[in-house]
């Protein structure tokens, strides 16, 4: 096995080892990721002239927007959630254009959606995040173990009655 099949093997291990790890805030990052990869890819096929690694790379990207959708409850998600699937399709759709006509301004303006979806993502999961952290905080702050311990209690069972 030569150094390059290496790297890639050692590579795919990484990844699926994250994935099998990650929450679903991370496995939503993983994807758009993998989205973003895979235009990218599409991108270099298209202006070296690949066009099998083309068409590969943006069956790829549709395979994750299909992910994306199917993922997607629209039922507890409501006007957000319809919002989110229609541009998903939009983007599907504008990648088998790309596919079509090996246009990669298409691919490109794809890209740059994955891009700012994962980004807008990332922010909201980074505020969900410090939010749930300070509600721990001011539980811990307020709790009667935490009060008590703060009086110079040390808390066990007092058998003097």
């Given at each position: 096995?030569?150094?390059?099949?290496?790297?890639?093997?050692?590579?795919?291990?990484?990844?699926?080892?994250?994935?099998?790890?990650?929450?679903?805030?991370?496995?939503?990052?993983?994807?758009?990721?993998?989205?973003?990869?895979?235009?990218?890819?599409?991108?270099?096929?298209?202006?070296?002239?690949?066009?099998?690694?083309?068409?590969?790379?943006?069956?790829?990207?549709?395979?994750?927007?299909?992910?994306?959708?199917?993922?997607?409850?629209?039922?507890?998600?409501?006007?957000?959630?319809?919002?989110?699937?229609?541009?998903?399709?939009?983007?599907?759709?504008?990648?088998?254009?790309?596919?079509?006509?090996?246009?990669?301004?298409?691919?490109?303006?794809?890209?740059?959606?994955?891009?700012?979806?994962?980004?807008?993502?990332?922010?909201?999961?980074?505020?969900?995040?410090?939010?749930?952290?300070?509600?721990k905080?001011?539980?811990?702050r307020?709790?009667?173990?935490?009060?008590?311990?703060?009086?110079?209690?040390?808390?066990?069972?007092?058998?003097?009655?």
């Amino acid at each position: 096995m030569n150094d390059e099949k290496k790297v890639q093997k050692a590579q795919e291990a990484y990844r699926a080892n994250q994935i099998q790890t990650a929450s679903r805030e991370q496995l939503l990052l993983i994807t758009y990721d993998i989205g973003i990869n895979a235009c990218k890819a599409a991108e270099e096929g298209l202006r070296k002239n690949e066009i099998e690694t083309v068409n590969e790379s943006l069956k790829r990207a549709q395979a994750v927007l299909r992910e994306l959708m199917v993922t997607l409850d629209v039922e507890a998600g409501g006007e957000v959630a319809q919002n989110l699937l229609r541009l998903y399709d939009f983007m599907y759709y504008r990648l088998v254009d790309a596919n079509v006509r090996k246009d990669v301004l298409l691919v490109i303006a794809v890209r740059e959606m994955f891009q700012e979806l994962r980004n807008t993502w990332a922010e909201a999961i980074e505020k969900l995040k410090a939010e749930e952290l300070l509600v721990k905080q001011e539980e811990v702050r307020t709790s009667p173990v935490s009060a008590g311990s703060q009086s110079g209690h040390q808390g066990g069972v007092n058998f003097a009655g």
